[in-house]
């Protein structure tokens, strides 16, 4: 076999096309979006490589036209989930000796794959199946996807590099990285493409065997994600999707003596949930499992009596509303200096009022569907209890409708009880509640923020006041995994601002840089040994 010290491809992040009228990519997502929409597809499973198909169909629509059939898929059960994983299991032994650097060529050319041929196909995916427009769909499923692919494989290879820094005369120290002993679950969410390919692709990067299971809502781009691994040569059995009912699932995976990780981004009732199981079921397992999640968030943006109304308005509106909230770092709750209210009011519902709402085929439209029906029902319970309640004045939006669509427009409340439901509960949608605070009460305004939910993804301030700034910055350190200053609380770049929360907001691994590949390592340190010593005896003992 060949051996070599190889320098990976430096990673860049993928530059986002704009799609404005007249543009070659313009012209082109249109077209993809089109073939996507005139034709149904018949989804399978993937297991150690095959397609399987099962009579239990579910079906997949277009959040934004639910009358409009894109596919069908077909449903699992614990039978397949065992049979995942013992397909993981036989591939693992051949993956985990294959070279690293085969294993990095493989992901490289899921990003090329990405980058070029499959670029609007997958962006198509991501429009029509989880109702993002075309810059939410860029950003992510090409863009985020790609960089995730990138700089994992770089930060695969800083890792490999990292050894004892002394090996002492005779003595030759040196530290490996093993797959971990078993298979990790990938359980990935409708929100993301990104999400979704970069919980199996990271795991298995880094030698391991994967059996993943997306959310139902996002089957159609994680479908077409199967389809890009196999074509880069992905072997069969490494990473092995299927679509079983998770309860389902998880009386199969947390039961495996092999279960050795889980991949995780979702609800934190979920996520608490499969780490009490895991506690429970610790004794069955050959080895401690990893456990890695990223979780909810009740995220905010904070505004000083020095900010600027413009920087903060724009950032109030694109933090809450776009990709309709649908975002674990979507701006869910502000608060506002009442010196500044009238201003950053008088802005917001000036922008508001020019937001069209549609489906992501009109290109026009800002705001698409919310995910499906139990979205819209929840979402349309928290509206119709803020119109009852006092203390709430309903100042945009207000109204949803599902009758073509799952629809609710962008709404905004102002409350008088700044731990209103709607300021600590996650809705996940394009609902954002104000609070208005007397400016003299920033610094009790500090402590309501950090005390009023059990979240701790995301948030930002908003302030010219350096002072502010520094204040806000330490007396929120607890508050917020991702923090922004003068900027919106969500677009985290990877390879720039490392992802994830702590609190009830995940284990904070930090999806987008070295950390979180660690997770899916296990380190052999070795020492070896020139010229050992030849008689039991100590100097001392002369």
Not at 169 to 179: C, I, L, S, T
Not at 202 to 227: C, F, H, I, R
Not at 332 to 349: D, F, G, N, Q, V
Request: aromatic share 12%; net charge neutral; proline share 6%.
């Amino acid at each position: 076999m060949l051996k070599g010290f190889f320098n990976v491809p430096t990673p860049e992040n993928e530059p986002i096309l704009g799609y404005a009228p007249g543009s070659k990519e313009r012209e082109l997502l249109k077209a993809a979006l089109a073939e996507a929409r005139s034709k149904k597809g018949d989804i399978p499973m993937y297991i150690g490589g095959k397609a399987v198909h099962t009579d239990k169909k579910g079906t997949v629509t277009p959040p934004h036209d639910h009358q409009h059939v894109l596919a069908q898929y077909s449903i699992g059960d614990k039978t397949h989930v065992q049979q995942a994983i013992d397909a993981a299991l036989a591939a693992k032994p051949q993956w985990e000796n294959l070279p690293w650097e085969q294993r990095a060529a493989i992901f490289l050319k899921i990003a090329e794959l990405i980058s070029g041929p499959y670029r609007y196909k997958l962006n198509a995916a991501t429009m029509l199946g989880q109702s993002k427009n075309a810059y939410q769909a860029e950003i992510d499923a090409a863009c985020e996807l790609i960089d995730f692919l990138r700089f994992n494989v770089s930060y695969m290879a800083d890792i490999y590099k990292q050894q004892p820094p002394v090996s002492p005369k005779g003595v030759w120290n040196r530290v490996e990285q093993r797959p971990l002993e078993g298979f990790v679950f990938a359980l990935t969410p409708f929100n993301f493409t990104a999400i979704a390919a970069n919980l199996p692709t990271s795991a298995a990067l880094m030698g391991n065997v994967v059996v993943w299971k997306p959310a139902d809502t996002q089957v159609y781009a994680a479908n077409l994600l199967m389809e890009i691994f196999r074509e880069a040569g992905l072997p069969d059995g490494v990473i092995n999707l299927v679509y079983v009912d998770g309860p389902e699932a998880g009386e199969v995976i947390f039961n495996s003596p092999d279960f050795a990780g889980i991949h995780f981004t979702g609800s934190t009732a979920v996520f608490q949930n499969i780490w009490k199981t895991i506690g429970t079921n610790i004794h069955k397992y050959k080895t401690y499992p990893r456990i890695v999640g990223e979780t909810g968030g009740k995220d905010f943006i904070l505004v000083h009596g020095s900010a600027d109304a413009e920087v903060s308005s724009t950032a109030i509106i694109r933090g809450a509303f776009e990709y309709q909230g649908q975002k674990c770092s979507a701006a869910s709750r502000t608060y506002i200096a009442k010196s500044l209210w009238p201003k950053i009011k008088e802005l917001m519902l000036r922008d508001l009022a020019t937001f069209k709402m549609g489906g992501t085929e009109d290109f026009s439209n800002f705001i698409n569907a919310v995910i499906d029906d139990r979205s819209f029902t929840k979402l349309a319970k928290y509206i119709d209890q803020a119109k009852a309640d006092k203390g709430v004045e309903i100042i945009a939006g207000g109204n949803y409708d599902k009758s073509k669509g799952y629809f609710i427009e962008p709404t905004v409340l102002v409350v008088d009880d700044p731990k209103y439901t709607t300021m600590s509960e996650e809705l996940f949608g394009p609902v954002l509640t104000v609070y208005v605070y007397d400016d003299a009460d920033f610094d009790q305004v500090l402590t309501l923020i950090d005390t009023t939910s059990g979240y701790a993804l995301t948030g930002a301030v908003i302030a010219q006041d350096r002072y502010a700034i520094d204040k806000a910055s330490y007396a929120l350190r607890n508050a917020a995994g991702n923090f922004y200053i003068n900027d919106k609380c969500t677009g985290a770049v990877v390879g720039q601002q490392p992802f994830g929360g702590a609190r009830g907001s995940g284990t904070n691994d930090k999806a987008g840089s070295m950390i979180n590949l660690l997770r899916w390592a296990s380190p052999r340190t070795i020492k070896e040994t020139f010229d050992p010593p030849k008689d039991y005896r100590y100097p001392f003992m002369g």
